[in-house]
């Protein structure tokens, strides 16, 4: 094999290694912060490049951002950033680059303060919609949405 070939060959082979570092770092930060009871959902956002791999979620409504890099790995300058304009939004944001930093941040979202944040009850209508229309929501949009059991609020939107 000439050298360029095998320089290629190289270079695939460590860019796989980084990429599976990154990957086996990111799936034992969703099994962490699963078992500690909270979400680690996968954002994706088309025509917004450059947000965060994760957006953890823990009781209390509690949210943190987290960026997952492999070892010695840097954000690119758009992730820097939109993480700095969610820090700026006073959101948490964090990078990884390695499993040793998995307990801390878990440690450190779940005991991020509420200010500002108003606890709802069980008795208590968790969207104002139908507090203050008066309407019953059927069910719950994956966008997080209510939707209403009118066929005329439906039509009228």
């Known amino acids: 094999m000439e050298a360029a070939a095998q320089a290629a060959v190289r ?14 770092i990111e799936q034992k930060l969703v099994k962490a912060v699963r078992d500690s009871g909270g ?14 791999d994760r957006l953890l979620l ?12 492999a070892p010695g790995e840097k954000p690119r300058p758009l992730q820097v950033h939109r993480m700095e304009q969610l820090r ?12 040793e ?8 979202a779940k005991s991020l303060p509420l200010e ?8 208590e209508p968790v969207c104002s919609f139908s507090a203050e229309n008066g309407r019953q929501p059927r ?7 209510m939707r209403c059991n009118s066929s005329s609020e439906r039509s009228s939107k």
């Open 11 to 24: 270079l695939c082979l460590t860019d796989e290694v980084l990429f599976m570092r990154e990957k086996a």
């Open 39 to 52: 979400l680690a959902l996968k954002l994706v956002c088309p025509g917004f490049n450059g947000v965060p």
């Open 58 to 69: 823990f009781m209390g409504g509690k949210a943190a951002f987290v960026e997952v890099k």
């Open 88 to 99: 700026r939004m006073g959101f948490p944001v964090y990078v990884i680059n390695g499993v």
């Open 101 to 108: 930093q998995i307990a801390e941040i878990i440690s450190d």
């Open 116 to 123: 500002g944040v108003r606890r709802v009850s069980e008795n």
């Open 139 to 145: 069910q719950v949009a994956a966008c997080g949405r």
